[in-house]
């Protein structure tokens, strides 16, 4: 566990946050920053904590919010996001082959590539931020989902493949200790910036005093 990474209104307690359930057990157990992972073991955060776990090859998973993920013991390079959402930098390291993201409604398959994966019972989402995933469903379809783009898989459905939508405020949260990944949930600012603004001779600034109208961009 590289970072634990608790809301403000519970970074009092660096002890909680993350618990750890070892292969063949029922019991789970507080896990602290800077504690080994054993394979095939299920982690979980609570809803005021995120968690980077860093893996052997390099891989790094960012856990957010209420999320459960196992690190199964049926490859070297295969884990499951049983729920709740995590942002993946996968490492490409030759002749280990390629890592598989196991999802409640089908499976994403990666080389090297940085990732954000959701997972519910009916459906799960996969959003490609460097490199390509090969999506599969529960119908055996199968799609591969490029750099900006979003792969939708619905229980029971094929795969649909779909320019991504907000793609840097998804992934934004992942940058623990940042001052953007530092607040709250309960009052978060979407985008990656703010327009504030002040009235001459004052010195405090006015939220929502003024809106952008037009913004253009050359690249």
Do not use: Y
Request: no cysteine.
């Amino acid at each position: 566990v590289g970072r634990v990474a608790r809301a403000p209104r519970a970074a009092a307690d660096r002890a909680g946050g993350v618990e750890v359930r070892a292969p063949g057990s029922n019991a789970w157990a507080a896990l602290p920053e800077g504690a080994p992972v054993p394979q095939g073991a299920e982690l979980r955060t609570d809803g005021r904590t995120r968690a980077r776990v860093d893996l052997s090859d390099g891989t790094r998973f960012v856990l957010d919010r209420a999320t459960s993920l196992r690190l199964d013991t049926t490859g070297p390079r295969v884990a499951s996001l049983l729920g709740g959402a995590l942002v993946a930098d996968v490492a490409h390291v030759v002749g280990a082959g390629a890592a598989i993201s196991s999802l409640p409604t089908g499976a994403g398959t990666v080389l090297g590539t940085r990732l954000a994966l959701t997972a519910a019972d009916d459906r799960s989402t996969v959003r490609v931020t460097r490199g390509t995933v090969r999506v599969q469903g529960q119908t055996g379809a199968a799609l591969e989902v490029k750099t900006g783009m979003e792969g939708v898989l619905a229980r029971g459905a094929a795969p649909v493949v779909s320019p991504a939508v907000n793609l840097a405020s998804s992934v934004s949260w992942s940058e623990l200790g940042t001052q953007t990944a530092q607040r709250d949930a309960d009052a978060p600012v979407p985008g990656l910036g703010e327009l504030r603004a002040k009235r001459p001779g004052q010195s405090n600034e006015q939220d929502h005093a003024v809106s952008l109208v037009a913004h253009r961009v050359k690249v």
